[in-house]
């Protein structure tokens, strides 16, 4: 059974930095496609961005509201995804998914890991 | 960016009835769409992807259709379970992703 498991959220003021962690178990992670979605409270879904495996080239995309202040990557040896988050904003408040990355359909999800940036 | 919309916003059925979700995309795409669910406090599930296969493990009264810009999400005789919101996402080779806001089914 795939698990994948958020952590590092919390409560930053707005210019701070956070990073969230994504451990995997159950899933070949050095080959899956990896990504991040976030939701307001009470909201719709937003993409965040994607990494492909290093065997696919490792890119790396992100939305355009996060794109030059957040960072996605990856640790294989530690079946692990990040997603470094810097200049944060009031409007980056959100549960953060990590997810994988199926050709586009994300067909396992965390949690869910809850960012608040409030001063 | 491919912007999602979904028609109804929200509705209002009763168990065994039909359901049916539509999803529009702003322009024409080649790859997928994915339709998931989601119950208040937890994560989305995908349903349905590449516009009409079913996941694994889902039932069988979920089924999609459509091709285009024009989708469908089928519930064939709602069950209790399947009170929830169901948003449809755009995977075309155009990022972003998109999702659409999302449909609310619940009970008459």
């Known amino acids: 059974e795939v698990q994948l498991v958020e952590s590092g959220g919390g409560l930053v003021k707005p210019g701070g930095s956070l990073r969230l962690s994504c451990a995997s178990s159950g899933l070949s992670f050095t080959s899956a496609w990896m990504g991040w979605v976030r939701q307001i409270p009470g909201k719709g879904l937003e993409w965040v961005g994607r990494?492909?495996?290093?065997?696919?080239?490792?890119?790396?995309d992100y939305a355009a509201p996060v794109k030059g202040r957040v960072t996605i990557s990856r640790d294989d040896s530690k079946d692990t995804l990040y997603l470094q988050m810097d200049s944060l904003k009031t409007e980056d408040t959100a549960v953060y998914y990590c997810?994988?990355?199926?050709?586009?359909?994300?067909?396992?999800w965390g949690q869910g890991a809850l960012v608040t940036v409030s001063s | 960016d491919i912007q999602m919309t979904q028609s109804p916003s929200s509705l209002s059925a009763s168990i065994g009835d039909r359901v049916t979700i539509t999803c529009r995309a702003s322009h024409v795409f080649i790859t997928t769409l994915n339709w998931y669910q989601q119950k208040p406090g937890k994560a989305p599930k995908l349903l349905i992807y590449?516009?009409?296969s079913l996941q694994t493990g889902v039932p069988s009264r979920f089924s999609g259709s459509g091709s285009g810009t024009d989708y469908t999400l089928t519930i064939s005789s709602l069950q209790p379970e399947d009170f929830a919101t169901y948003y449809c996402?755009?995977?075309?080779?155009?990022?972003?992703?998109?999702f659409g806001p999302g449909t609310t089914v619940d009970i008459k």
């Open positions: 590449a516009a009409s």
């Open positions: 996402q755009q995977s075309s080779d155009i990022l972003p992703f998109t």
């Open positions: 990494i492909k495996s290093k065997t696919d080239g490792g890119k790396i």
């Open positions: 997810t994988t990355d199926r050709y586009g359909a994300l067909d396992h």
